[in-house]
């Protein structure tokens, strides 16, 4: 053919005219002229496809728009058939109205019933633990699921747009009917032995995710297999109910749960008085995290504070909250407590938690642990977050996963989040700004030098000039706090009775002096009069004696009756305890406490707040090695949680005794960590005893310096703590048993290997104490 005749043929003609070919060799009856070389076979027709001639040539066939037309008419019909048929199920199965009042409105979800995790929805356990409801709304969701995903496997919808499977309302109509055609169906067959089925299958599956190689598959797979979150139901008494709705954490309860249950740490940023330190731990024990088919498997809560008072104080409030008792909402302080083997719940300073981790590494007696006040970043809150970061790992590993909670009343929590040593995957951080009565904040316009004098002075005004409310004072130290308070004693003498159990307190006080002895100390001053002024200057900022103090009080002033009472970490947890017991009507109680009452407590009806501004810190001098004490200004946030403890049950004021730029200018934002600013030898000792070889390695929130750490190991290797290759020798794993510096630690060691154990002891105690004698009859 010439090129030219070619072309006009038109696009493609060789391939036409080949099948054109085919067709008519197909034509061809078998062995009729075969071509032997055909190039091409036609298949066999498929057998769905086989119609008998006569058939196709009758029937006419359906176009694409006309089959779905008929489809949906089809289904519309059956739709109604179904629809008529459920609702006159579905009427004879209605709620009787005399059970009407259980049912709840879903906005009161969030306040008194916890919600649903992202793992699994909710069931509702008695006091007992068992289930009674929430299988019906679990049941319901997980046919839904399954309808979607029979559905999913042949839906066009599925192929072409997502958008499109969401937006049929049809669909989800009928996903609808055929749910509660299947609910109907299984309620007329099964009743409530078939719920009990239900509730066993997906308890079994609760446990299949926690074991070991399972759970890491079905992570690795991306199943996530549902757990049932148990609700256990506490009988509070009322006026707690009232007090609990108002604070915004609790508002806050569904969103918090999903956090501690889809992740392993969980960060709590919240203002102070929002509810953190007395709402979680109840949470967690309502979510059945003590229960043994709990989330966790089981197990305490245990919550550690920085300070011995806010461990007893909390643990008495939320047992009282929780309408349980003090056998099971408990207390651990070094060398006190109440913790029984019925305990669920256990306050505890951080330092006994970390003696616990020495003899148990895992804390497989915790499901929980919470660490409060992480935001004070003491010493043994770092060491505890460090190591709980590795624990938490291990114990998922174990099975029986270890749930860690930190709470801090500032937003600056960089150093626990943004930390990739300390935790590789960054924890969900939550924050609950909003606080529950308002606190208004009054500077000075000056900043006096002589702040005990002015806290006097304040003290006096607005005890004559204000309404009703108890007040607070923060000073430095226990010598301080004692001078105010007999400054204040002597203005206002309490001349009213102040309740029984002072006057019990005094009998107890009496009794006790009597069982003493012969000796009568009532004889002896316990300060010399002569050298009390003496003592007093080793403070350092107060020259003037309260005598001189002159406060414009006129005789009827005197005669306003007010209770002082000194709070301070050295005061004994009965004399503690005071501050927290009502006075009389008509009386106003002034605590005068040191920065143990910063954070944690509330003193009951606290209105005013005075605040000096000073704290007392160590500071050690890495050259000399030698630690000493110092008075200075708070940081900001140490003055706003201070301010926090005139809001907790009614709005309050906060009095500063200095001026705003002062504020301003010379308060740090923060404290500095306190691993900062102090020697590190009784750390190292305690974590080479846990079996931390590279103690420079230790995931430390906040590291201390290289010199620091490095001073510590020479300091333990020249007691003998350490061998020179830094192991711990027997001598270092004997000093790290002993709650003292290393340095006493080895004085009590070989003071037992000399048969002098009885002296080295009385020096020990009177060398480690910081006030060897305690003034009691204050
Ligand atoms: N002993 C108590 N007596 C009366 N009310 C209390 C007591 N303890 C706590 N409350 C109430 O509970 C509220 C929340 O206290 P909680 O200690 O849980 O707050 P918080 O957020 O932990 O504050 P902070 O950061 O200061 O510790 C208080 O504001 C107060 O209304």
Redesign the pocket.
């Known amino acids: 053919m010439p090129p030219r005749a070619k072309r006009k043929l038109g696009y493609n003609w060789r391939a036409r005219q080949s099948l054109s070919e085919t067709s008519d060799r197909s034509s061809k009856k078998e062995g009729e002229g075969e071509d032997p070389n055909a190039l091409f076979l036609p298949p066999k027709p498929k057998k769905s496809l086989k119609v008998t001639g006569e058939a196709t040539s009758k029937r006419k066939r359906l176009g694409c728009k006309q089959k779905k037309r008929l489809l949906k008419i089809l289904e519309a019909k059956e739709k109604k058939t179904k629809r008529a048929e459920v609702l006159t199920e579905l009427s004879s199965l209605s709620l009787p109205s005399s059970q009407h009042s259980f049912l709840l409105p879903s906005t009161s979800l969030s306040s008194s019933r916890p919600q649903a995790g992202p793992l699994g929805s909710m069931a509702h356990c008695g006091s007992e633990g068992s289930e009674v409801s929430g299988w019906r709304v679990r049941r319901r969701r997980r046919k839904r699921r399954q309808l979607r995903a029979e559905k999913g496997a042949w839906s066009p919808h599925k192929v072409t747009s997502h958008l499109e499977v969401v937006g049929d309302e049809d669909e989800e109509e009928e996903e609808e009917v055929q749910m509660i055609e299947m609910e109907v169906e299984e309620a007329e067959g099964e009743g409530p032995e078939g719920e009990e089925e239900e509730v066993e299958e997906e308890k079994v599956k609760e446990e299949r995710t926690v074991t070991g190689e399972e759970a890491n598959v079905a992570v690795e797979t991306g199943v996530r297999e549902r757990r049932v979150a148990v609700f256990v139901q506490l009988k509070r008494p009322g006026d707690v109910q009232e ?2 709705a108002q ?1 915004p ?1 609790v508002a806050e309860e569904g969103r918090i749960m999903e956090s501690v249950s889809g992740s392993p740490v969980t960060v709590l940023c ?10 979680l731990p109840q949470f967690l024990y309502e979510h059945g995290y003590t229960l043994p088919n709990g989330p966790c498997g089981g197990g305490m809560i245990g919550v550690t504070e920085p300070r011995r008072v ?1 461990a007893v ?2 643990s ?2 939320v047992a ?1 909250e929780m309408g349980l008792s003090q056998r099971q909402v408990s207390y651990q302080i070094r060398y006190e407590g109440n913790a029984t083997e019925d305990t669920v719940i256990k306050f505890m300073t951080d330092g006994v938690l970390l003696r616990e981790i020495e003899q148990d590494l895992l804390l497989q007696r915790y499901s929980v642990v919470v660490v ?2 992480a935001h004070e970043r003491s010493v043994f809150t770092d060491i505890l977050l460090g190591l709980l970061s590795r624990i938490i790992p291990l114990r998922e590993k174990s099975g029986r996963p270890l749930k860690l909670v930190v ?1 801090s ?1 500032t937003l600056r929590v960089e150093d626990f989040t943004k930390n990739p040593l300390l935790f590789p995957s960054p924890p969900p951080t939550l924050s ?1 700004e909003s ?3 308002p606190v208004t904040v009054h500077f000075s316009r000056r900043t006096p030098t002589s702040y005990v004098r002015e806290a006097y002075l304040k003290t006096c005004k607005i005890h004559k000039r204000l309404p009703p409310g108890h007040l607070l004072v923060f000073l430095t130290g226990q010598r301080e706090v004692l001078r105010l308070c007999r400054a204040l004693r002597g203005t206002f003498p309490c001349t009213q009775s102040t309740g029984e159990e002072r006057e019990e307190g005094g009998r107890r006080e009496r009794r006790r002096r009597k069982s003493r002895g012969d000796v009568d100390l009532d004889k002896y001053p316990l300060l010399p009069e002569v050298g009390r002024t003496e003592c007093e200057d080793e403070e350092g900022e107060e020259e003037d004696k309260e005598t001189d103090w002159k406060a414009e009080v006129s005789a009827h002033d005197r005669q306003l009756p007010m209770l002082v009472l000194p709070l301070y970490s050295l005061l004994p947890p009965e004399r503690q305890a005071e501050v ?1 017991r009502p006075v009389p009507e008509g009386v106003r109680l002034c605590v005068v406490a040191t920065n143990v009452a910063e ?6 009806h606290v209105k005013y707040v005075v605040d000096t501004g000073k704290v007392k810190r160590r500071y050690y001098d890495k050259v000399t090695g030698i630690s000493t004490f110092r008075v200075e200004w708070v940081s900001q946030a140490s003055a706003n ?1 201070r301010a ?2 005139a ?3 009614q709005p309050g004021h906060c009095y500063r005794l200095y001026s705003s730029a002062v504020f301003q200018n010379l308060l740090s934002q923060f404290s500095q960590p306190e691993i900062c600013s102090r020697p590190v030898d009784d750390l190292v000792l305690q974590m080479k005893a846990l079996g931390i070889e590279r103690v420079a390695h230790f995931p430390f929130p906040t590291p201390p310096s290289p010199e620091a750490l490095q001073a510590a190991e020479m300091v333990l290797e020249g007691l003998g703590a350490l061998s020179s290759d830094g192991r711990l020798t027997d001598l270092g794993r004997t000093m790290s048993r002993f709650p003292v510096s290393p340095r006493y630690g080895k004085m009590l060691a070989v003071g037992h290997q000399y048969n002098c154990l009885p002296y080295v002891i009385s020096l020990v105690a009177a060398l480690s104490v910081k006030v060897s004698v305690v003034e009691i009859f204050v």
């Not at 954070?599 to 009951?604: D, H």
Request: aromatic share 8%; hydrophobic share 30%; proline share 2%.
């Open positions: 007090v609990r604070l954490v919240g203002e102070t008085g929002s509810g953190k330190t007395t709402q806010a104080s909390m008495h409030r009282y409060d006040e709470m009343a609950v606080r529950q009565f927290f954070t944690s407590i509330t003193i009951p949680q926090g403890r809001g907790r049950t």
